[in-house]
C-alpha cells in the first residue's frame, strides 16, 4: 500500500524528486484544478526534466498543462511517498496565477484540461489527496493571507 506523508521542510538530501506541482491561487483566493478526460482533479506539475531548477519545472508545467503564467511562488514542503520501492518526495508550491491563457493541448500527452476554479477550503473534495491533501491546502491557504 502506497502512503504519502507530508512534511513541512527541506527534502532530505538522499531523496529523489520526482514530481514538482502548483498550488494555483487567483485573485479571490480560489484554487485553480485541472480536470482530465476521466473527470480526475489534479494539480498542475510534473517531473523536472534536465538540469531545471525546482521552480522552472513548476513554470514549464503550469504552462504546457493550464496555459498560464504563475508568480509569487512560494515552497510549502514536500510529501514523502513510501511503498512504491525506495521512498520519493513529491513538493509543492503554492503560486498566483498571473495570466490565464485559452485552452490549449498539453504538448506531452496531446489532452486538453478542463481548467475549474474552486474555493480553497473545498479543494481536496475535488483532488482526493486524503489526509495529506487536507495539511498541503491548509498550509497553502495560510500563504495567502
Known amino acids: 500500500m502506497v502512503e ?13 524528486v520526482t514530481q514538482v506541482a502548483g498550488i494555483l491561487f487567483n485573485d479571490k483566493n480560489e484554487i485553480l484544478l485541472r480536470k482530465d ?18 521552480e522552472e519545472t513548476l513554470h514549464r508545467e503550469v504552462d504546457e498543462e493550464v496555459n498560464c503564467k504563475i ?5 510549502l514542503g514536500y510529501q514523502a511517498v513510501h511503498g512504491d520501492g525506495e521512498p520519493y518526495a513529491q513538493l509543492r508550491y503554492s503560486a498566483h496565477v498571473a495570466e490565464f491563457g485559452s485552452s490549449r493541448p498539453d504538448p506531452d500527452n496531446g489532452q486538453t484540461y478542463e481548467r475549474i476554479y ?3 477550503k473545498d479543494a481536496n473534495k475535488y483532488l482526493k489527496y486524503g489526509k495529506a491533501g487536507d495539511q498541503i491546502i491548509a498550509v497553502a491557504i495560510k500563504t495567502r493571507s
Open 4 to 16: 504519502y506523508i507530508w512534511h513541512e521542510g527541506p527534502v532530505p538530501k538522499n531523496m529523489r
Open 37 to 54: 478526460k476521466n473527470g480526475v482533479y489534479g494539480l498542475a506539475g510534473g517531473h523536472p526534466e534536465g538540469n531545471e531548477t525546482r
Open 71 to 75: 508568480d509569487e511562488l512560494q515552497y
Open 118 to 120: 474552486v474555493p480553497a
